[in-house]
């Protein structure tokens, strides 16, 4: 049940975040056109993205101290530091199937947790 209340309020903060990029874009659009208007709302969820991420970061060192070398945390952040992009996809991939599936996330979690320990680089 917790894992389908976590769902159910991710999906509410995606309709959240798609409404407040509309009502951004139906401001801005009336002074600066359709193309500076979608110009708006690119940068200010660039703006965003670009905060989330200093924050992320910072908390991540503070992190990364406390923890013990090799943690299930520690291994979650080399990965998002050094693959930023596959880490993205696969946040978005496991909301999508946890969303379809919750056992599916359960799953992806454990092969994460499991996978990744073996191999080191």
């Known amino acids: 049940m917790g894992l389908a209340a976590a769902a159910a309020l991710s999906a509410s903060a995606a309709v959240c975040v798609v409404a407040l990029a509309f009502a951004l874009y139906a401001l801005v659009e009336p002074y600066v056109g359709r193309a500076g208007g979608g110009a708006v709302v690119a940068g200010a969820a660039a703006l965003i993205i670009g905060v989330?991420?200093?924050?992320?970061?910072?908390?991540?060192?503070r992190v990364r101290a406390a923890e013990?070398?090799?943690?299930?945390v520690e291994r979650l952040m080399r990965l998002v530091r050094e693959k930023p992009v596959m880490a993205i996809s696969a946040a978005l991939g496991a909301g999508f199937m946890a969303v379809r599936n919750p056992r599916y996330l359960g799953a992806a979690i454990r092969a994460f947790l499991e996978g990744r320990g073996s191999r080191r680089r």
């Open 52 to 61: 989330a991420g200093l924050l992320i970061g910072a908390s991540a060192r």
């Open 68 to 72: 013990a070398p090799g943690s299930a």
